[in-house]
């Protein structure tokens, strides 16, 4: 679909509207290196392959006794003890098939011997013990690079990087790791009645929350934050910010100012400075939504109501900074949930309903909206558990009919 045509559509749906983002927006392409301790939510920017294999070396499962078997052992089988192999204080002499050593959990298995019975299931008699039970080849063994192999990639280019992940590289050696630089996303909030908390207010005054919301959002995106704060509804001051953002974000994110309002500039400031295109997205909450860049940087104008700011954020903002942090795609937990209430919803607009999902004494899932659906009630986000997720066609929807919910 042409920008212009997308832009002339009355309700574009959310695809095409992520599908032109996309379209559009640059990738980062800078890495840097950073240690593995400042590298939590950083995406990997190179394929990392492991120089070791994990365990290096076949080892003891258990606190036992280390032994050679052929293939299988009878109860009663006995060996001469003739020393120890400890974690981190290896066995150093020479074995051969009628001896066996003390071993404990992960000391190395040594040559020629391939089997382990844990202690309880052995009898020591003098300087012997004996098997008091059968045991075949193998057995309680961990082998050399069954958790790994040597050359084997671990984590790929897009992944987004977890404690687990960290954990991974320091156990095979790595100290550092390849990342994408960080979006710079800035981010305005706009209105004359907005105050920072923290103050007082006057008369007409509402506290400005969703550059709170954004931010929280944003840093779970790995994204760096640049706060221009609040700025009245005055052209020449929208205008001013928005330059001065675009010259350091790849992202200029406004809240609020882009609706029918007399007061609505931020549309009209952008026409003149970058290129805009106003959508209409058939999402609910948040219709209204501009999207268009000034200069290099990447513009999305959020609306200023607080739930719709924080879905449209999270509906059509997230897809482009994954795109743009070229993270392979992050698994959504949806599930199905039968509605314990009638939900009220007009055909026309995706829905994304702030739900409360519960499980019922047979472990079956169930969910209800959670109070009010007005796209200023905060409340509606801050107590829920998830999304309830409704087709752009669908309509009212009855009490026990099965929904699909996306989980927080
Ligand atoms: P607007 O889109 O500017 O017309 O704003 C719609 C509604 O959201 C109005 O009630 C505003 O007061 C409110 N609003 C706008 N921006 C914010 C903000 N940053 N924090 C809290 N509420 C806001
Ligand atoms: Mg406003």
Redesign the pocket.
Known sequence: MSTESLTRSPLLPLKSAIEHMLQVCPKITQTEEVTIFDALNRVVAKNITSTLSVPPSDNSAMDGYAFYCEDSLPQGTDFLLSGQSLAGNPFAGKLTHDKCVRITTGAILPAPFNTVMMQENIDIQGDKIVLKQSVTAGNSVRRAGEDIRCGETVLSLGKRLMPADLALLASLGIDKVCVFRKPKVAII???D??VEAGTSLEPGQ?Y????VALHGLLSYQGADILHYGIVKDDPKLIEDTLIDASKSADIVLS?????V?DA?YVKQVLSDIGQINFWKVAIKPGKPFAFGNIGQAIFCGL????VSSYVTFEKLVVPLLTHMSSVKQETKHHITASCSETLIKRPGRADFQRGIAFQDEDGAWWVKPNGKQGS?IMTSIANANCYILLEQQQGNVAKGTKVKIELF
């Open positions: 909030a706009t209105g009645e907005l509402i400005e929350s969703n550059s809240c609020g100012g882009v609706s309002g609505d609306p200023g109501n607080p200023g």
